[in-house]
Every structure is written in C-alpha cells, then in structure tokens.
C-alpha cells in the first residue's frame, strides 16, 4: 500500500521532534500503522534546521500553512504552530476539506474544541490531541480507552513541566524564579508566552481536556479557576516541608454530587505521595477510578521528541482507522457526541479542601487565640500550628495552620474576619492541600 501522506504545519521544537522521530523510525512506525507516513507538504515562517534528521525527506516546505491545508494530496494535517489563531481557522479548514487532523495545540482545544469536534464529526474525519496534554504520557488514550469501564472519581496532574520544573530548582536549590524560568525557556519547555505557564493557564487548558475526557461534558475552560505559582515563596515551601508535604502545582478534576470540580491551583500534598516526587519537567497524571482504584502516569511533559512521540502516535491511530467506519471511531471526548453530559462545573466557593495558611502576627498574647476563635466559628477545624522565627528585620512572626476539609466559602469568610482584626501585617497566604487518597 502506498504512504499516507502528511502535512506538517510548524518546524518549531515539537515539529522537528516530529520529523525526526518519524524519520528515524520510519521502518517501526509503518510496521505498526499497516502502511508508510510521510511528511510530502510541511510550512513553517522561519525555523531551525539543525538537529532535525529527515528534513530533507520532506517533498516540500514552504512557508504557507494555508497551502498546507489546501493541498489535495495531503490526508493527514499536523498543526504544531500553537495558539489560537491562525490555528483554529487552519484546523477547520482542513477539516473542511476532508482530512484528518493530528495537533498538539491544548490551548485550541480547550477553547474551541467543541466547535472542532462538531466540523470533525460532520466531515467523518478524526481530530487527535494526545500531545496536548501532559507531552509524551499517553493520558488521553489511558482515559478515553483503557479506563473505559471506570467512573472516574478524580484525577489530580501535575501537567506543567515548566511550572514543576520552576518549584523543583527552588526547593532543592534556592534558585530564583526568573532565573529557572529563563533555563525552561531555553530548554524549549516554556510555552511562547511564559505567563502561561507560571499563571496556571496552560495547565488548565490540559485540565480542561482531562475533565472532559474524564467526565463526558463539554470543553469549558472558561469555568477553570486557575491560579499560577508565582506567589509562592522560599518561605511556605520550607514551612510546608517542616510539616510533611511538598507544594505541587496541580490541575485537579473531581466529580461530587453537586457537579464537577475544575481547579488548577498550587497544592499542599504529602511528600510520601508518588506524585509528590516528581520533578524538574516530568508531569505526572494520578487517576482515580471506582472500579481500577488509583492509577498514576509518569513521564516527560513537554520537550522535542517526548511530545513528537505523541503526536506520532496519534498519526498511527489516524491511520489505522483511516478505513473505518467514522461512526465507530473513538469518540473525541471519550463519551459519545450525543451523551455529553450538562452536569455543571462548580464554582471555586463550593469546593471543599484542607488549607494551609501562613499569617504575619503581632508577637502578644491572645492573638492565637482569636485567630482559632474566628476559624472555630466558621466551623473550621485546626489540625495543626507552627509558630516560626520571625524573619530578619521583622516584628511579626510567621505563624503556619494547617486546617481540615471545609468549604472555600467558609474560609473566606474566616479569612476576611481575620484580616479585619489589624492583627495581622500582609495579606494571608492560603494554599489547598490535598490528601490525594
Ligand atoms: N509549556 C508546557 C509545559 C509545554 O511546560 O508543560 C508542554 O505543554
């Protein structure tokens, strides 16, 4: 049979990763796709050549994404520029057209995905995203085929190399945010704009994907709460140490019976988790299922060739299924199009945590106890306190609570009535904490 030919848009770090390792495994790839892939028309504005094996194998690479898309030759179109625009145009276009479209872009899907799944179940063509979420880990499969039989309880990822790298060089090293930040970024981890890492955007854009794979209901990235790492200082991760527990920053999806959490959020976990070791720019995805019970996926979260392997593997599944009846494909979000469900996304109010809090007191007598006063009228249970030194040139002294479940409309207003005692100096931090059993 003749190869399947492919259209790449975009030679940047995960576009050559892709060329190359469709290169170099070419003979494997075509072993296990029934049939040879290659790359005949790719368009990238401006990239750079070196370390990308195969390039010269391409039939053409120009510079224009359209003609791409437009080329009837092309059966397969892999968009790796990134972004919303052009990119979703691009995507629909070739959709249009008839072709199936492979894409790594967590930011289009998680936006505009139901629109493109809608044109794609239409048109009878397969649009795959595997390396979308959590790099080369093969999450989405793991959940939309092989927990297929379970309820999925919760899943808790660290899903933002960048961000888990960033947190990693600090505790380890006392390294300086903008400096790890810098090393991401030159690493190729960092997204263009790395606000979205350090500000939890992109990985709510992959929570975003996972909740619905994991829940059957419509992409709504616009119900996330999102909050990033960059309020966290050297302080609160040495003081959560001194208490056990690692801070992560995590994506987390969780079904309860009022509806859905979506939550991407730096998280308090106990440093005996598995997940809790994870480092520098590996992600990691713990699932809970009702039937399977707790199952974690390890691996590199972004990166060239670990999310080339995705990609590539999403190329192969196209391919095989490229005589199949559409109808009895895998559904893009795992459930069937027309199963989707309306369960709602909750709001960050009704969701239910363990905190820790860490509070610049006056150093007198009675301030503890009005502080547990406060939180013991909420109905918010205290599990433990640490009183630290103060830090140098200080008055106040840091004092760190670690509480029980309650619910953040609770401790919001627990923490205004604490903030209008003037015994406090600097806002409070507060951080979710997480048992993940
Ligand atoms: N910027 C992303 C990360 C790349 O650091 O995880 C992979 O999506």
């Not at 976990?269 to 713990?286: H, K, Q, T």
């Amino acid at each position: 049979m003749k190869p399947v030919k492919v259209g790449l848009m975009g030679l940047g770090t995960v576009g050559g990763g892709t060329v190359s390792v469709l290169h170099r495994n070419a003979e494997e790839i075509a072993r296990r796709a029934g049939r040879g892939i290659v790359i005949s028309h790719a368009a990238a504005r401006d990239y750079n050549p070196e370390g990308i094996d195969g390039l010269g194998r391409i039939g053409t690479i120009g510079d224009d994404a359209w003609a791409v898309v437009n080329d009837p030759e092309v059966k397969i179109v892999v968009e790796l520029i990134g972004g919303y625009s052009p990119a979703k145009e691009l995507v629909l276009q070739a959709i249009e057209n008839g072709k199936h479209v492979v894409t790594a872009n967590k930011a289009l899907i998680a936006m505009h995905g139901n629109e493109i799944f809608a044109a794609a179940q239409h048109k009878g063509v397969t649009v795959a995203f595997e390396a979308a979420v959590a790099g080369g880990i093969p999450i989405i499969k793991a959940l939309r085929e092989g927990l297929a039989a379970n309820r999925i309880e919760w899943i808790a990822g660290i899903i933002n190399g960048t961000g888990n790298f960033i947190l990693t060089e600090m505790r380890d090293k006392g390294r300086q945010f903008d400096e790890v930040l810098r090393e991401a970024q030159a690493l190729g981890y960092a997204e263009a704009n790395p606000v979205f890492d350090v500000e939890g955007i992109d990985a709510a854009h992959k929570l975003t994907i996972l909740g619905s794979l994991a829940y059957g209901i419509p992409l709504q990235f616009d119900k996330c709460y999102i909050e990033g790492i960059t309020r966290i200082t050297p302080e609160d991760v040495s003081y959560a140490a001194d208490l056990g527990y690692r801070i992560k920053h995590l994506g987390i999806t969780r079904k309860t019976e009022q509806g859905v959490e979506l939550r991407v959020h730096p998280t308090l976990i106990p440093e005996r988790r598995l997940i809790a070791n994870v480092d520098g720019v590996m992600n990691a995805v713990l699932v809970q299922g009702d039937a399977v019970g707790p199952t974690l996926y390890y691996g590199a979260g972004a990166g060239a060739e670990p999310t080339a392997s995705a990609v590539v593997a999403d190329l192969v599944d196209v391919v095989r299924t490229l005589t199949t009846d559409p109808n009895n494909r895998v559904p893009h979000l795992a459930f069937q199009a027309d199963a989707l469900s309306d369960t709602p996304v909750l709001g960050m109010d009704e969701v239910e945590t363990a905190y820790y809090l860490h509070l610049k007191v006056l150093d007198k007598p009675g301030v503890l106890a009005t502080i547990a006063g406060i939180l013991g009228d909420a109905g918010i249970s205290i599990e433990a306190t640490q009183q630290k030194e103060p830090l140098e040139g200080q008055s106040v002294v840091p004092l760190v609570l670690l509480t029980q479940r309650v619910k953040e409309k609770a401790m919001n207003a627990a923490l205004a009535a604490i903030a209008e005692t003037d015994l406090t100096a600097d806002e409070i931090v507060r951080i979710r904490v997480e048992r993940l059993m």
